[in-house]
């Protein structure tokens, strides 16, 4: 019954911006800490970004912070990531995960970074 649906990938240029959605339902959502992640061609699995569950408290991976920005609207079971200074290392599938555990994933949305 969980679900997360990421969208809103594409192709953009370097140092262009990118704003990601990811859809959530079958699970209390305002409850639950969520994630970003993202898996590159020539990368395994990395970290992007956590946000808590009332959308205080955010994290970032070192090649992502100050650059992106995690939130949330718990009202509309969305969750948020705005991508600025895009960079071709950027270039990846990006996936929304529940918990901490990351225990349920969307299927990903592709973002391609290149001129």
């Known amino acids: 019954q969980v679900q997360l649906v990421e969208s809103g990938g594409g192709l953009v240029q370097p140092g262009g911006s990118l704003r990601l959605s990811c859809a959530a339902s079958g699970f209390t959502f305002s409850s639950t800490m969520m994630s970003w992640l993202r898996r590159a061609p020539g990368k395994g699995l990395e970290w992007v970004a956590d946000?808590?569950?009332?959308?205080?408290?955010?994290r970032y991976g070192n090649y992502v912070q100050g650059r992106f920005t995690i939130s949330r609207d718990n009202a509309k079971g969305m969750l948020y990531l705005q991508m600025s200074s895009l960079q071709p290392e950027d270039t990846a599938v990006y996936y929304c995960?529940?918990?901490?555990?990351?225990?349920?994933w969307g299927q990903g949305t592709q973002v391609t970074v290149s001129s």
């Open positions: 995960a529940m918990g901490p555990a990351r225990r349920a």
């Open positions: 946000i808590d569950e009332g959308g205080g408290g955010e």
